[in-house]
């Protein structure tokens, strides 16, 4: 059985871009979450989608979004990239009601 | 509040047993878990609890939760090189695991 799959793996976009992330769940998952990772405020939530709509969303700014499609796979987005967004961002995908998340390699973003 | 708080550092001999330890404040978590991360990749779930466990073992891996003292630790037995890696707790509050709470990481390092 497939993991969680994340792409790209890494990416380099300059100050000001935007960028599109995406994750693909394990079959049969519907829950897909989004977590940032940095050294300076670990891993933050920011935040989950099921049936195609944002369940709960972390404390970040709008300028960070997500959708997830009718198959489950989901995109976040960020625009009007900022040095700080510099992150490995992580998805997990979950059963709606399930105790385990599963998380895919992440995605490493660089802002120059 | 929400806060999971964790030491930064623990080193220990080959073979010997490892305790890492958390902390966390929200009473009404329902699950709380443990991760792990090796350089360069994603989050690998090792094993929960629920909250109104206080005890749960698997294979080298024991969990202990003092609800009282909101204090969770996970214990590694016969301590391999391969374990070397960055150990996360987190909690959830929803009873499922769409939306995690982690701490800092403790960095475990095995020494030969």
């Known amino acids: 059985k497939a993991g969680v799959t994340q792409t790209p793996r890494y990416l380099i976009k300059t100050r000001g871009q935007q960028v599109t992330l995406s994750c693909s769940p394990i079959s049969g998952h519907r829950s897909v979450s989004w977590y940032q990772q940095t050294p300076g405020q670990g891993l933050q939530f920011l935040f989950e989608?099921?049936?195609?709509?944002?369940?709960n969303k972390g404390n970040f700014p709008g300028r960070f979004s997500g959708r997830q499609f009718s198959n489950s796979r989901s995109e976040m987005n960020v625009s009007t990239l900022e040095l700080g967004d510099s992150a490995l961002y992580l998805c997990?995908?979950?059963?709606?009601?399930?105790?385990?998340?599963?998380f895919g390699q992440g995605t490493r973003l660089t802002v120059v | 509040g929400e806060d999971v708080e964790q030491s930064l550092f623990l080193s220990v001999r080959e073979g010997d047993s490892s305790v890492i330890n958390c902390t966390y404040t929200d009473s009404s978590s329902t699950y709380l878990y443990w991760y792990k991360q090796e350089p360069g990749a994603g989050l690998q779930l090792l094993t929960y609890i629920f909250s109104n466990m206080d005890m749960k073992q698997d294979q080298r891996l024991t969990v202990l939760l003092n609800k009282k003292d909101k204090h969770l630790s996970l214990r590694i037995a016969d301590t391999q090189t391969g374990d070397s890696a960055i150990y996360f707790c987190a909690e959830s509050y929803s009873g499922s695991a769409r939306q995690l709470t982690f701490g800092s990481g403790t960095q475990l390092t095995v020494l030969p």
């Open positions: 997990a995908s979950s059963l709606v009601q399930n105790t385990e998340a599963f």
């Open positions: 989608y099921f049936s195609e709509t944002q369940r």
